[in-house]
């Protein structure tokens, strides 16, 4: 997904230049190659760039937003039977979640993921049991159970969305 408000530049007084995307792709490529890394070896550290007004945390979530939502385009193409993750997917939706402090459900979970509830508690039991999630009931409804990332899922999938290849988001 390519930014709409590309970061701005002072190339000189008085003057701004707006970088893309691709920019900021090509400038990191153009450092490792300065820095003599080479291309076959798995990249130990990831250049972020997070745009203007955007912090580490919102870089982070436009990173699974982009993950998230070409998982969902696969399934345009290929019969959803064929990439059975949807683990993966009830982690990625709670980290882009928590950003927002939107609460999600067992029912909310399954409309994002497009699964059935069932699959998203069995899922969610064992990621609880990973300690990557939690259960929250809801202070007046008994029958409403939150899900949350906790802090071990939320650092794993940070650790995760910093190491993958810029290249993976373009």
């Known amino acids: 997904m390519p930014d709409l408000d590309p970061p701005l530049v002072d190339d000189e007084p008085g003057k701004t230049v707006r970088l893309t995307d691709q920019d900021i792709r090509d400038a990191a490529r153009l450092f490792k190659l300065l820095a003599g890394s080479n291309r076959s070896e798995r990249p130990t550290a990831n250049v972020i760039a997070p745009s203007e007004g955007e912090t580490m945390q919102e870089e982070l979530a436009r990173r699974a937003r982009s993950i998230f939502g070409g998982r969902q385009l696969r ?53 609880e049991k990973e300690r990557l999630v939690e259960r929250q009931r809801h202070p007046t409804d008994r029958r409403v159970v939150f899900i949350r990332l906790v802090e071990k899922g939320r650092l794993a999938l940070e650790s995760y969305l910093r190491a993958m290849p810029l290249e993976a988001f373009a």
């Open 75 to 127: 399934t345009s193409f290929f019969s959803r039977s064929i990439f059975g993750e949807p683990a993966w997917d009830v982690l990625l939706v709670l980290y882009i979640m928590d950003a927002s402090d939107a609460r999600q459900t067992i029912g909310k979970l399954a409309d994002w993921i497009k699964v059935p509830p069932t699959t998203v508690l069995r899922w969610v039991g064992y990621l």
